[in-house]
């Protein structure tokens, strides 16, 4: 299935930082249909490398859709501030996954991100959470 846009909304969590993390990604087309969604636990890493990863799985999916525009939204000002190169990436853990996120950029046509309300999150922020719910049960 190919899609001219897709729209990247992405959420990752870990509980304690570093602890258990998951991430949660929504796919959507330009209309707002649903596409795809990611909900997975990670393993145990920080938080903001949770947030990369969900961006990173989201890429992925959107390159595996064949969309040509994306537009990642995501409710982490840090990730977004650092992809968008407002923020350096500092902190070693992070800077091999800020490398796979600009060159997943380069797979499409165009490729931005920013930041949203973490209201405006809601779905994926759901399934990110019920990854790590599915981790205690």
Avoid: W
């Amino acid at each position: 299935m190919k899609t001219e846009k897709a729209v990247l909304y992405t959420d990752g969590a870990s509980r304690g930082n570093p602890g258990p993390a998951a991430i949660g990604a929504v796919i959507k087309d330009g209309q707002g249909r649903v596409l795809a969604c990611i909900s997975k636990r990670i393993g145990r890493t920080t938080n903001n490398q949770a947030e990369y990863r969900a961006v990173i799985a989201a890429l992925e999916e959107a390159v595996r859709l064949g969309a040509a525009r994306v537009e990642i939204k995501s409710d982490s000002e840090l990730v977004v501030e650092q992809i968008n190169g407002r923020y350096r990436v500092k902190h070693p853990g992070l800077k091999p996954l800020y490398r796979q996120v600009k060159e997943l950029q380069s797979s499409f046509q165009s490729c931005t991100i920013a930041s949203i309300p973490r209201r405006q999150n809601r779905e994926a922020d759901g399934l990110c959470n019920a990854a790590l719910d599915a981790a205690v049960d």
